[in-house]
């Protein structure tokens, strides 16, 4: 079992900056593939971007790309997704999400809410 709990949501104005957390339960954190998706009301949930377990490797969507970053501190089971130059349309609820190599996303967290002022 993975337990996910987001943190670091809240209300920005447009070009500022927050940084998300997500702490995981269990041991074997290193084994997963962390992401990190987004969701408006009335639309799709998206993906945002990924990192290897290991750290070694990232992938983002074309929308975040320059503007977001992933991590992951194993020794804390969190991962990271620092939030720069913030857009209104960056504006929806946060999820991370853990799966195994060529696995699907299987666990998931409960979201956090990100609001970006104009």
């Known amino acids: 079992q993975v337990q996910l709990v987001e943190s670091g949501g809240g209300l920005v104005q447009a070009g500022g900056s927050l940084r998300l957390s997500c702490a995981a339960s269990?041991?074997?954190?290193?084994?997963?593939?962390m992401g990190w998706f987004r969701q408006a009301p009335g639309k799709a949930r998206e993906f945002v971007a990924e990192i290897s377990g290991s750290g070694d490797s990232t992938w983002y969507s074309d929308s975040v790309k320059g503007r977001f970053t992933i991590s992951r501190a194993n020794t804390e089971s969190t991962v990271y997704l620092q939030m720069n130059s913030l857009k209104p349309e960056d504006t929806a609820v946060y999820y991370c999400a853990a799966r195994m190599v060529r696995a699907g996303y299987d666990y998931w967290g409960q979201g956090t809410q990100v609001t970006v002022s104009s």
């Open positions: 269990g041991r074997t954190f290193s084994r997963y593939s």
